[in-house]
């Protein structure tokens, strides 16, 4: 069968406010107080931790490569998954595409490079975690995007044909995952970085979710 595969952070939900709360309470633990603005690096938030931490230890004079990077990564979880759900909110209009994505017969699932656990437990918080077939994050696998097997493996756990699938997504790894499958992307310009999407030439762009199982049936055809 045809599916439709997401992305979560910055496709799905704006992440950015809670995965930076967490970021700078590590950075408060080093005494160098919040570093990251939830406006203004909200795109580097949705690039995960490391990135967050990085940008950190870059303002703080340190390398990029400064070992307190994985020394707090699992202190960045951890004050993550406590408060995953305070700032964090589903793009307008989402769900509402997932169930018409749905309703037409396509599968629909979830292929994220965050850890598969916090994926799970905010999707449960936000009530939507049984709209998908399927959830794959960054620990499912050996592998995770842009390696296509992460996205196959997930269009196979939900029931569906990985040859005939599309991603949605929001960033240059979403691009580059759905390049090295073989298969076409979505990518959303609503998201932080959404004025760089276009300059990834997908084979289309998301500017409202209303928009998206229209553009679905013209890459996969109906069901």
């Known amino acids: ?29 080093m005494g160098a107080g919040d570093l990251l603005d939830p406006s203004k690096d909200a795109g580097t938030a949705l690039r995960g931790g490391r990135a967050m931490l990085k940008l950190g230890m870059d303002r703080m004079g340190r390398p990029k490569d400064d070992p ?3 020394q707090y990564y699992g202190e960045l979880l951890t004050h993550y998954a406590r408060d995953i759900d305070t700032h ?15 309703s037409r017969g396509y599968i629909v699932a979830i292929c994220t490079n965050k850890p598969e656990g916090l994926a799970r437990e905010l999707l449960t918080r936000l009530g ?3 709209s998908f077939a399927a959830l794959l994050g960054a620990d499912s696998l050996p592998v995770r995007k842009p390696d296509p097997e992460h996205l196959f493996e997930t269009a196979r756990r939900a029931g569906g044909d990985p040859a005939r699938c599309v991603l949605v997504g929001d ?8 390049r090295n499958a073989g298969v076409p992307s979505i990518l959303v310009t609503f998201g932080p970085s959404g004025d ?10 998301l500017h409202s979710y ?4 229209y553009i679905v049936e013209q890459m996969l055809g109906k069901v």
């Open 210 to 213: 209303s928009d998206l199982p």
């Open 171 to 178: 960033s240059d790894t979403d691009r580059n995952t759905s």
């Open 128 to 130: 939507v975690l049984n």
């Open 68 to 70: 307190l990077i994985d």
């Open 1 to 29: 069968m045809k599916t439709v595969v997401f992305d979560l952070d910055g496709t799905l939900a704006d992440t950015s406010g809670d995965l930076i709360a967490a970021a700078n309470a590590c950075f408060r633990d």
């Open 88 to 102: 964090t909110r589903l793009y307008d209009g989402a769900m509402d595409a997932v169930e018409e994505l749905k």
């Open 196 to 205: 760089d999407m276009e300059a990834l030439l997908p084979e289309a762009l």
